[in-house]
C-alpha cells in the first residue's frame, strides 16, 4: 500500500485570493514582478461571492504558509461581509478590504479619498486621474501598463494616503467605542485595507 503524503506547509508560501479577475489580480501580479519578497507570492482568482473567496483561501491554507483574501463591500449586504471576516479571522487569514471598491485603493494613489463614492462614481474619479497623466484612453481594468507605469511608482503614496484616511475612521470610532476592534467597515465608504496586504508582503526594490 501506497503511504500517505501530507501536504506540508511551505515555510515562505504567501497566497492571495481574489475575485477580482481583472484590477485586483492585475495589480498584485505586477506587483509580485516589479519588487522582491522574501515570500513566494501567488495571486489566485476565485469566482464567486466573499464567502467563496473565504473558503478557497481556507483550503490553501493547509499547504501555505500566509494566505490573504480580496474582496470589496461591492453590493453585497452587510452581514455577509462581517460573516465572511469572522470566518477568515477564525481561520487565521488576513482580508484587504475596499468599501465600495477596489478602486479606492487605486485612486489613493494620486490623492487621499475620503468623499463617499458608489463604484461608479469610483470608476469616473480613477478615470479622471489617468486622463490627467496623459492616458487619453483613460482608466482600463484590463490595461497592465497602467499598473506598472502609473500606480506603483505612487505606491508609497497611496499606502500612507490609505492609512491616513483609515486612522481617521478608527479614531472617531474609538471616541465613542473605546477599544472596541470591530470596527464597522461597511459603514466606511471610500475605506480600504489593502495597504496592510502590500505591507505584509515585505516587499523591497529589485537591484
Given at each position: 500500500?501506497?503511504?500517505?503524503?501530507?501536504?506540508?506547509?511551505?515555510?515562505?508560501?504567501?497566497?492571495?485570493?481574489?475575485?477580482?479577475?481583472?484590477?485586483?489580480?492585475?495589480?498584485?501580479?505586477?506587483?509580485?514582478?516589479?519588487?522582491?519578497?522574501?515570500?513566494?507570492?501567488?495571486?489566485?482568482?476565485?469566482?464567486?461571492?466573499?464567502?467563496?473567496?473565504?473558503?478557497?483561501?481556507?483550503?490553501?491554507?493547509?499547504?501555505?504558509?500566509?494566505?490573504?483574501?480580496?474582496?470589496?463591500?461591492?453590493?453585497?449586504?452587510?452581514?455577509?461581509?462581517?460573516?465572511?471576516?469572522?470566518?477568515?479571522?477564525?481561520?487565521?487569514?488576513?482580508?484587504?478590504?475596499?468599501?465600495?471598491?477596489?478602486?479606492?485603493?487605486?485612486?489613493?494613489?494620486?490623492?487621499?479619498?475620503?468623499?463617499?463614492?458608489?463604484?461608479?462614481?469610483?470608476?469616473?474619479?480613477?478615470?479622471?486621474?489617468?486622463?490627467?497623466?496623459?492616458?487619453?484612453?483613460?482608466?482600463?481594468?484590463?490595461?497592465?501598463v497602467l499598473v506598472e507605469e502609473?500606480?506603483?511608482?505612487?505606491?508609497?503614496?497611496?499606502?500612507?494616503?490609505?492609512?491616513?484616511?483609515?486612522?481617521?475612521?478608527?479614531?472617531?470610532?474609538?471616541?465613542?467605542?473605546?477599544?472596541?476592534?470591530?470596527?464597522?467597515?461597511?459603514?466606511?465608504?471610500?475605506?480600504?485595507?489593502?495597504?496592510?496586504?502590500?505591507?505584509?508582503?515585505?516587499?523591497?526594490?529589485?537591484?
Amino acid at each position: 500500500m501506497a503511504r500517505k503524503v501530507k501536504n506540508l506547509k511551505q515555510r515562505n508560501q504567501f497566497v492571495i485570493v481574489t475575485n477580482g479577475k481583472r484590477s485586483e489580480k492585475n495589480y498584485f501580479n505586477a506587483l509580485r514582478v516589479k519588487f522582491r519578497s522574501i515570500y513566494d507570492i501567488d495571486v489566485k482568482f476565485e469566482n464567486g461571492d466573499p464567502l467563496t473567496v473565504v473558503k478557497r483561501a481556507i483550503r490553501e491554507k493547509k499547504t501555505s504558509n500566509q494566505v490573504w483574501c480580496i474582496f470589496d463591500k461591492d453590493t453585497f449586504p452587510d452581514e455577509t461581509i462581517y460573516k465572511c471576516m469572522a470566518i477568515a479571522r477564525n481561520e487565521d487569514i488576513d482580508i484587504a478590504f475596499s468599501n465600495a471598491a477596489f478602486e479606492v485603493w487605486l485612486i489613493n494613489h494620486f490623492d487621499k479619498l475620503e468623499a463617499e463614492k458608489t463604484p461608479a462614481n469610483l470608476l469616473d474619479v480613477l478615470d479622471s486621474y489617468i486622463r490627467d497623466e496623459g492616458y487619453a484612453q483613460g482608466y482600463s481594468k484590463n490595461d497592465c501598463v497602467l499598473v506598472e507605469e502609473v500606480f506603483l511608482p505612487r505606491l508609497e503614496t497611496a499606502k500612507l494616503n490609505s492609512e491616513v484616511s483609515l486612522q481617521k475612521r478608527i479614531v472617531e470610532y474609538n471616541r465613542l467605542k473605546p477599544n472596541d476592534t470591530n470596527y464597522p467597515l461597511c459603514e466606511w465608504n471610500s475605506c480600504t485595507t489593502v495597504h496592510k496586504l502590500v505591507e505584509a508582503l515585505k516587499l523591497q526594490e529589485r537591484e
